[in-house]
């Protein structure tokens, strides 16, 4: 099973059609997917979950658990105010450390209606993931300007396309 996280709580995002359409894209090549949206998150879940509450909240157990299970991991992360939305890193913050994540295969996917494409997202969480111990591929998918080619639930620009399947390929390789 790969995991594939929406890195946003925000509701109605464009990262959940990107993901959704992630998930087809492994599909087709026989694997299986389970999309994990942070909008599922507890509203209280920082105060509940997280330090000295560890293991205390149920909800964000599950949620938890369903990414630890995976064998791969896909994040599909939208730029916010030049770095990664906050609710992915207090997310990520309530996972054992030394890391449920060290040795665990991820993809990065970067989403953004400018023309960075997450860029700095990217690398920001990249550098928590390196320090977490995880394998993050080499291939980071930037999806610029994505409100121009995300239609009907489908990337149309052909090289994104490109680069989502090469991704792939050493995601599960």
Known sequence: MIGIVVGTN???AVSEQVATYYATLLNERGHSADIIRLTELPPDFIATALY???GKNEHFNRLRDRLLAATRLVFIVPEYNGSFPGVLKAFLDGFPYPSGLEGKRIALVGVSSGIQGGALA???LNDVFSYLHADVVGVRVKL???DQYLQE???THPFYNQLLNMQIDALVR
Do not use: P
């Open 144 to 146: 610029m300007q994505i």
């Open 52 to 54: 000295e509450n560890e």
């Open 10 to 12: 925000r509701k109605e």
């Open 122 to 124: 990217l690398s920001h």
């Open 153 to 155: 639930g489908k990337i």
